[in-house]
């Protein structure tokens, strides 16, 4: 498949994904954080809609979140961007030579990713974050489907165990016990883990600056190596 192709073929599903309906529940969820706005937000616009994924269609790194965030890529329009777990992830992109600038705040900020590709297991902004194991099973043919047409993956880092369950699910491996900067090896990837940069993990020092960036260390080596 050439550059041309594979980005004939991203736009198409995520056209696809778009216009997802799958999953009432969060179908209403979405719609309702936009249209019943937080205060600090009131005077935004919300996107509102299943998010795709974003970055170079010849990537060899692809990352897998958990989810939009209800007031970051559920109001954006972009993965990782608008909240501080975006924050987290261009910063030390950008850091590691993966990203043409260290934030993400707007769906045309000019953020360019370069041999990285941005995705997740859910497209929409769950309740308290919380999907169910029925949507994301819905969800998952998606993430299938980018990984058919992302063709130069060798490495997959997984942000959180629900990324990593669903990552292994698909590819038919059984998963081994979850953990933070851990690798396997299945078949043509490597699958690279982390804790996910929620505010969770990273106001509480359960995930530190320099364990973030030392996973993106780690993700670079084996790309040279793949």
């Known amino acids: ?28 969820y979405i719609r309702d954080v936009a249209k019943n706005k937080v205060r600090r ?43 501080s777990s975006g924050d987290w992830v261009t910063k030390v992109m950008y850091k590691h030579g993966f990203a043409s600038i260290p934030t993400s705040l707007t769906k045309d900020d000019g953020l360019v990713l370069y041999d990285a590709y ?10 308290q974050n919380k999907p169910t194991r029925d949507e994301i099973e819905n969800c998952s043919v998606y993430l299938q489907d980018e990984l058919k047409i992302l063709k130069n993956i060798s ?11 669903t990552t292994c699910k698909l590819l038919q491996i059984k998963p081994e016990k979850f953990g933070h900067n851990k690798v396997f090896t299945c078949d043509n990837y490597r699958i690279l883990t982390s ?32």
């Open 155 to 165: 490495v997959i880092l997984c942000l959180g165990k629900i990324a990593y369950d």
């Open 41 to 83: 937000f009131k005077n935004e616009s919300y996107y509102g809609k299943p998010l795709s994924g974003f970055g170079d269609v010849n990537a060899k790194l692809l990352i897998v979140g958990l989810a939009p965030a209800a007031h970051g890529g559920n109001k954006t329009g972009r993965m990782f961007t608008g909240d």
């Open 195 to 226: 804790y996910h940069p929620s505010k969770q993990n990273t106001q509480t020092g359960r995930l530190t600056w320099m364990q973030w960036s030392a996973v993106f260390t780690k993700a670079k080596k084996l790309i040279q190596k793949a």
């Open 1 to 28: 498949m050439t550059k041309s192709d594979s980005v004939k073929s991203i736009e198409s599903l995520n056209k696809k994904i778009t216009s997802c309906k799958k999953c009432p529940r969060l179908a209403v």
């Open 118 to 127: 941005i995705t997740a297991a859910i497209r929409c902004a769950p309740p």
